[in-house]
């Protein structure tokens, strides 16, 4: 029940974002206006937008700094053993 509120939620309040996805991206890559590659990076757009205008700045702060520590753990884990690889 959660999960269905929380998907229609998304989808009413992110439905402008993905109709100018659709129509600056995928609509012209249907009529073979440009390729797959560019359609993506067109699309990308209202999607950056959406959440820029979205997201918190403290919020944004508090995943980049745990991406960057999750990086560097990582590093450090595989540094000290050379012959492992990254999954």
Same mark, same amino acid.
Do not use: W
């Given at each position: $029940?959660? #999960?269905?509120? !929380?998907? @229609?939620?998304?989808? @009413?309040?992110?439905?402008?974002?993905?109709?100018? !996805?659709?129509? #600056?991206?995928?609509?012209?890559?249907? !009529?073979?206006?440009f390729t797959?590659?560019?359609?993506?990076?067109?699309?990308?757009?209202?999607?950056?937008? @959406? $959440?820029? =205008?979205?997201?918190?700045? =403290?919020?944004?702060?508090?995943?980049?700094?745990?991406?960057?520590?999750?990086?560097? /753990?990582?590093?450090?884990? @595989?540094?000290? /053993?050379? /012959?492992?690889?990254?999954?």
């Amino acid at each position: $029940m959660i #999960v269905s509120l !929380a998907l @229609f939620l998304t989808a @009413f309040v992110m439905g402008p974002a993905f109709q100018r !996805a659709y129509d #600056v991206g995928i609509r012209p890559m249907i !009529a073979n206006e440009f390729t797959a590659e560019q359609a993506f990076e067109r699309s990308a757009g209202p999607f950056k937008e @959406f $959440m820029l =205008k979205n997201v918190r700045e =403290k919020d944004l702060k508090l995943f980049n700094d745990y991406r960057r520590k999750r990086c560097r /753990h990582r590093r450090s884990r @595989f540094a000290a /053993h050379p /012959h492992s690889r990254p999954s």
